[in-house]
Each structure stands twice: as structure tokens, then as C-alpha cells.
């Protein structure tokens, strides 16, 4: 029995016993795990043509703590008092018209039993008025895109035409489900229809917003497309396709390809051999800028993505600008506060308006920052600079001036203009973050076991007194291919806040630094990695910060997995928090929602090298365990499924009798930590440090203790 008023009521105890520890400001208390139900976020960032207004997304947490709502702001950016545009509760993804006079947005509906949310476009004119739809399509649209003359918006659909047709109340459709290919659901949408590829479609935009427009489809068949981009003149659609039926027997592939806006067949326009996206024309419409990641021979785990231009005339192959920068071209860092609603925000390769440089963000050692490239030498220039997370931008018509979304590991993340130095303009967490004692982490380098330099983040109590030694919480991320950096993480503060320290590193595998350091747990994961973890703890120790008696470990996904290695491994953790983890790779290579059919991470199939899966498999090393462990797991987790991972690791130490406690999330997927339901991401932090209170802290909790 989960005696959840209990443990609420220890963790309301320590904070306030914080709160009164000397040397904390008088007018500021500890940040705490509910208050990320009064946390604010801000997405997709778009500045109007004339570089005068910024809109964007505006993301907060229901009334009923149960969910998400969105609606559009706008702000001058000369700077000002941002205006709300529309109330919501599912509005996103503002696009400008080229003139400036009128915004396209998405407006959402609820969920229909059996399907997920679909949105449709609406108009708002910037003089005045209520938004008016534009699309009625049964399937929804997405991705709006207008035309460079403002008559008309591309977008995509899975809409079908027998959609379209109008059948009796009285027919259903059937909900069997006949499965034909490999991959057939998706964490955080189910189960995938491949009878509803997404298509392009155009509809014209009135004069005056009437109403919704009858949208015509441009084009068809078996395959989805995507990332829309209009030449200059209007007259063909330019977009992203994988024309295979089942790709996963092949690498990563996908091409750039044309249509007339007029409709037709397709024509083939470019290809690296590799992944493209983020297209961008050139200012003289004869030149193509995408991000592309270029498979390796032999197959890659990690493919860095490099910056590419090609000639629309088909003269050359795509040259790639950034083959000797060693950085991720398109790359970012996780943290657990991006917008978990609205949209992501993005940003393509910006041309200079003489079309000889590119700017494009990229990741570099834990920062992501804007890169100004030169389309001739390949020369890449920081664009911007700053110990932070550029994490979308959009760009004024002249090139002046940019609107992006900025976060740093103390501020969540605001909307920026940037005009060759930073202007802040938005301040959404301004109030409740005037009331808390926040403090930066500390950034070390640590030498692992073969010299690698392993970067890592440490933060530290707000009251941190360098004359003791503190409790540690080693936290690992996923990705594996991911990374830790400058931007905003609650789970690590309020960790701080109840008294530890917490480690963060970035082990190899990790990305930002280099195609090679990413690349070289390939079939070797988990491995050498762990080895880098145990380097950066044994360095924290070394400099006096740490209690070595007192050191608890977690992470999620990829994090979850070396979390259950790390246990199997070395017994100098008195406890363990594995989130939505892999026990066993021959049931994840069975049950994932992607697969591994290419020797990326395993060399062959469960069948063909057992012993291989064998040997990184955590569960493998089950008989080794003494460490008390908790599992975390949402019940509609796609991507690691609990029956891979944390079912297994439970039942396996419950015969064994370790102490160990799972902790399920009805409803959640793979996102739990950055977009689950607000109520359950706050359940969720209450559980692993009351774990981490009991076994690493010695308190008296007994809400994991059998009645």
C-alpha cells in the first residue's frame, strides 16, 4: 500500500525546515517539486516580416493540474508589455503572412475516442477581429506554410478521400487491425494507420477571412511527406519524402523532391545518403540549404548532422558546408522544462540576403548557440554566444533581427530579440522565480579511464557550504545519443533544494562533442560509458564535496538502462531510481516501437549473437544487485516497454528479496518527465527523492515498507 499523504507530508517538512536555514535571503524560500504546476513556458518564437513584433506560443498547466493549455502572445520587439492574441486553450504554431497583416495558426481540438487530437488552420488579422478557420479537412492539418504572394498555405494532412465522402451515420468502421509492417505504433501516439500517409495540401486564403476553404490535396500515394518549402515564384512545393514501403531494412534515408502547387507527379530534386531536413531556399531561388546526417560505411550509431547546399537545377551533388566542424548542426541539449504543449519551435537554415552565408544553430559542449556560415569556404563563425539553449528562433524579412527562445540552467526560458546583442522580452516565470533561491551549477571536466575529457554539471544546494560534504544523486541521461547542457532543469534544483548534490555528466555516447565521441559506444553500450560516470562521481569525491557513504544514482530511458548497469556493477550506491529502463535488449529488440533491424546498436539479431545481448543486458547481472531499488514506469511507455525493462528488474529483485518498489503511471508514455500529465511529473520528482530521503538520508519513511 502507497502511502502517498505520508510521504507528501515529509517532503512539505524538509522544505520548510530549509527555509529557515541561516544565510537564506528573508524574502526567498527553496523552489519545490510543485511548482512546476505554476511554471510558464514559452515556444515557437515568430517575428513579423518587418521585425517589429514577436508572437509566440504561450504554454501553462490547467486549472485541474491535469494537463496543458496554449494560447498566442505577442510582444513588440523594441520591447513592451506582451498582449495575449487568442484565449486557447489549443492554439499554436503562428505563421506570419508575407505581408505582415495576418497570422496562421493551429487550433486543436479535444481528443476523439479512438484518434488523437487534429488541428485546423485559422486566421487572425493583425487589425482587428476573432480568428476565423480556414480548413475544415476530416483528418486535421499540419505544418502551414504560406505562399511567398500571401494567396494561398500549404500544409499536410493524413485526410484521405474516402474521408471526404459522405457516409450513412449508420456504417462504422471496423477496429481490427491487420499489421503488415514492422513498425506499427508510436510512444505517445499509439498505434500507427499506414493507410493514412500525410500529404501535401494547399487552400487558398479569401481576401477577407470568411470561413473555411475548400482545401485541394496535391499529392498521393503510399508514402508521407513533409517540411514544406515554396520556391520564390510560387509554382512548385518542395518537400522531404521516404519513397521505400518498409525503410527500416535499409539506413536512415529520406529525399528532397518537387511537385507543381498546381498538382502532378513528384520529381526527385536531391539526396545525400542520409537524413535531410530543415529546407530553406536560397534569396535567388536557385540553391537548396537543408540539415542533413550522412550515414557512415559501416552503419553508424550516431550520425552528426552537418549543414548541406545543393544547386536546384540538379548541376551538383549537395556539398556539405560543415564536414570539418566537428559539432552537432541542428543539435540541442535536454533538460526536463521544454514547452511540454505548443510545439517545439524549430528553426531552418536562414540565408543572408546575398545568399553568401547561412546561419543555423548548433550544439557545442553543452551550449547551443546561432553559427554563421559561409556558403563558399564552409568557415563556421559564432553567430551568437552565451552558456545557454537557443532552443528555436525565426528571423525579420531583412535578416536584422531574430526572435529566439533562450534558457539557461536558472531561467526556464524567455523569448529573445537578438539584433547583434540579446534583448529579453518576455518574462513568464518572472514572479514566482523572484520568490526562490536558485543557483547555477558548477561546470568540471573529468579525465576518464583512457584520457577522454568527460564535461559534467554539478548542482549544489542553494545554502551549499563548502565545508561540508554532502549527499550525492548521480543522474544519467537517455539517448543515449543526447546531452546535458546550459538550460533549465527542475528535477535537478529541487533535488539541490532538499540537500544534494547532483552530478550530471555527459558520458560518451553523449552528443556536442564530436562525431567520434558519440559514435564510440557503438556496440559497446552499455560499456566504457559507465566507466566515465564512475570517473566523474570519483572526482566530485576528490574535491570534498561529496559523502561517499552517502550516494544514490538514477536516470531515464538510456539513463535507466546504465542505472540498472551501475548497480550490477559496483556497490558504492545505497540506493537507485531507474526510470522507464531496458532489463533485457532481446525483449526491447522484440517490443520497442522502432527497430533495430541495421546493425546500429547490435551487430545482428537476438538469435543470431544471444550472447552479445546477453552480456549488455542489466538483467544479466541481477545476482550481483544489493542496491535498493525503485522503478519508475508509465504504463503506456512505446519506447521502453515496462515488460523490457522495469517488470523485470522488479520481479527478478523481489525474488532475490532486495528491497525494491515500483511505481506505476497510468496513461503516461515515454514523456512522463518532460510532457506527462502535471499532476503525475510532480507524483513522479515526490517519489524518487523520497526514495533517495529513505536509503541515502536515513528517514523515517515507510511508504515502500510492506504492511
Known sequence: MVHTCQMRLLCRLATLALLWIPGFSADKRVITQSDLHDFHWVTAPQISPDGAKVVYTYVAVTPKKDGYQTSLWIVPAAGGAPRQLTVGPRDSGAQWSPDGKTLAFLRTDSAIEGRRPSGQIYLLSMEGGEARPLTDVPRGASGPV??????????????TPKDLEKKSSSEEESDVRVILKATYRSNGGGYTNNER????????????????????????????????????????????????????????HNDVFAVPASGGDPAKVTSIDGTVRGLSISPDGKRLAFGG????????????????????????????????????????????????????????????????SIIVNSSE??????????????????????????????????????????????????????DGSFHQLTHVNAELFGKLNLSAPAMIWSTSFDGKKIQSWVQRPPDYDPAKKYPLILNIHGGPHAAYGYTFDHEFQWMAAKGYIVLYPNPRGSTSYGQDFANIIQHNYPGDDYKDLMAAVDDVVARG????????????????????????????????????????????????????????????????????????????????????????????????????????????????????AMVQFPGESHELSRSGRPKHRVERLEHIVAWFDKYVMGMPITTYDLQ
Open 146 to 159: 504560406w505562399s511567398p504572394d500571401g494567396k494561398s498555405i500549404a500544409f499536410t494532412s493524413t485526410t
Open 197 to 252: 500517409p500525410a500529404h501535401l495540401w494547399i487552400v487558398d486564403v479569401p481576401a477577407v477571412p470568411a470561413g473555411a476553404q475548400k482545401a485541394r490535396q496535391i499529392t498521393s500515394g503510399a508514402f508521407s511527406e513533409g517540411d514544406i518549402a515554396w520556391t520564390k515564384d510560387g509554382a512548385k512545393l518542395y518537400f522531404t519524402s521516404n519513397r521505400e514501403r518498409e525503410p527500416y531494412y535499409k539506413t536512415p
Open 293 to 356: 546526417a550522412l550515414n557512415g560505411n559501416p552503419i553508424r550509431s550516431y550520425s552528426q548532422p552537418d549543414l548541406w547546399v545543393a544547386p536546384l537545377d540538379g548541376s551538383a551533388q549537395p556539398r556539405n558546408l560543415t564536414a570539418d566542424y566537428d559539432f552537432d548542426i541542428g543539435g540541442g541539449v535536454g533538460g526536463d522544462q521544454s514547452a511540454p504543449a505548443g510545439g517545439a519551435g524549430g528553426g531552418k537554415p536562414v540565408w543572408s540576403r546575398d545568399g553568401k
Open 365 to 418: 559542449q553543452g551550449r547551443v548557440n546561432l553559427m554563421r556560415v559561409d556558403v563558399a569556404s564552409g568557415k563556421v563563425t559564432p553567430y551568437t554566444k552565451g552558456d545557454h539553449d537557443v532552443a528555436g528562433y525565426s528571423v525579420s524579412a531583412d535578416g536584422s533581427k531574430y526572435a529566439m527562445v533562450v534558457s539557461t540552467p536558472t531561467n526556464i526560458g524567455d523569448v529573445f530579440c537578438f
Open 545 to 660: 564535496w561529496v559523502d561517499p557513504k552517502k550516494m544514490g544514482v538514477t536516470g531515464g530511458s538510456g539513463g535507466g538502462v546504465l542505472t540498472n548497469w551501475v548497480i550490477g556493477h559496483t556497490d558504492r550506491f545505497v540506493a537507485a531510481v531507474s526510470q522507464r529502463s531496458i532489463a533485457d535488449w532481446r525483449d526491447f529488440w522484440y517490443t520497442a516501437d522502432f527497430v533495430l533491424f541495421n546493425p546500429t546498436w547490435f551487430r545482428a539479431a537476438p538469435w543470431q549473437d544471444e550472447a552479445d545481448f546477453k552480456a549488455r543486458s542489466p538483467i544479466t547481472f541481477i545476482d550481483k544487485i544489493k542496491t535498493p531499488l525503485m522503478l519508475i514506469e508509465g504504463e503506456s511507455d512505446l519506447r521502453t516497454p515496462p515488460g523490457a525493462g522495469g517488470e523485470q528488474m522488479f520481479r527478478a529483485l523481489k525474488f532475490r528479496k532486495v528491497p525494491t
